[in-house]
């Protein structure tokens, strides 16, 4: 199972694996969202995303969420949902929170709020993280909490925030972290901003983890978890994108390198030589890792006989599939089937 190349789909997998120990266990983030009148929805259900898989993708809990509300428990979105918040923001303790969000929207009212100034202040004396969603930026802007900080902004209040708060340093990108302050200019980029804020506390790994679970559509095919980069990308010789398709499409029946080189027209040594040279691995390493994956799907998703996966992922026998996945993903089959289980 060792090989000089480095593993091409183990981390796509880590998001499903119950032991990952390159995360590491790390105090509880308290994550405070102020919802507004009118909020977005679809920048308020972003950012809590990205926190909520997190904490689903990682061994320990990560993150605590508290929606606080205005004057009363329930908020109206922009969409007309109503939602239920935790407490008002009177009775928030901004003391006790390590990030504290303020989530604006199209038609967020941008007028100073004594009561929210005055807890931004508090929070960020008390040393926590402050934001805003859309333009909820605004409100840290008016408490003098921006000046000398790069803030993303919805680009319709991008002349008000330059007209009335000229040390806010407005930024081109669609989220920005910078120190102790995020932002992100609109609906689509809250789970970006989100996740940035996940890379700087948890690392890249997780990151990567949370992105294979939430980020699957974001293109215009649905690619499965076993897929690599070089497996879409159209510069790619003809060889060897037929290749990688006839791997995909025999994973129960493995093609041999000898037969793949054949069923593609080249010499086994060129097909090594393109496999090296664009997807950095042997034919036999990716299908050995292309097959893996497909095991531990089945085991997730399925209640198949440990047996029925082995063949169905293409492993003569029971034994070498149970060492295979053990080696590749450091748990056993069964663990890491009633490990699963467990945390659905």
Not at 258 to 287: K, M, W
């Amino acid at each position: 199972m060792r090989s000089s190349f480095e593993s091409l789909l183990k981390n796509k997998n880590m998001a499903h694996l119950a032991k990952r120990d390159s995360v590491p266990e790390l105090p509880l983030q308290r994550v405070a969202f102020v919802l507004l009148d009118n909020f977005s929805m679809m920048a308020f259900t972003g950012a809590v995303d990205a926190l909520v898989t997190a904490n689903l993708m990682s061994p320990t809990p990560l993150y605590e969420v508290l929606v606080v509300g205005g004057a009363s428990e329930v908020v109206v979105s922009d969409l007309g949902i109503a939602i239920s918040a935790g407490c008002r923001l009177a009775q928030m303790d901004e003391k006790r929170q390590d990030i504290l969000v303020v989530c604006g929207g199209f038609r967020v009212s941008l007028q100073a709020d004594p009561l929210l100034r005055a807890k931004l202040k508090s929070a960020d004396a008390a040393g926590a993280m402050l934001g805003g969603l859309w333009n909820g930026a605004y409100f840290l802007a008016e408490a003098g909490l921006l000046d000398g900080y790069d803030c993303a902004f919805h680009p319709d209040g991008r002349a008000m925030v330059a007209e009335l708060f000229p040390k806010v340093k407005l930024s081109s990108h669609a989220y920005v972290m910078d120190r102790e302050r995020i932002s992100c200019a609109g609906a689509n980029s809250s789970l970006g901003m989100m996740l940035e804020v996940v890379r700087h506390g948890s690392g890249s790994n997780l990151v990567n983890a949370i992105e294979q679970v939430l980020s699957c559509d974001t293109m215009q095919e649905v690619l499965d978890v076993s897929v690599v980069a070089v497996d879409y990308d159209p510069t790619l010789p003809q060889a060897l994108k037929t290749a990688l398709e006839l791997m995909h499409n025999n994973i129960d029946e493995p093609l041999t390198v000898d037969e793949l080189a054949s069923c593609v027209g080249i010499s086994r040594r060129q097909l090594e030589r393109l496999f090296c040279r664009h997807v950095n691995a042997t034919p036999s390493r990716y299908s050995l890792e292309l097959r893996l994956t497909r095991a531990r799907q089945l085991l997730q998703q399925t209640n198949k006989p440990l047996a029925d996966i082995a063949v169905a992922s293409g492993f003569v026998s029971i034994s070498h599939f149970r060492r295979c996945f053990r080696e590749f993903f450091e748990i056993s089959p069964g663990r890491f089937r009633a490990a699963s289980h467990h945390r659905r």
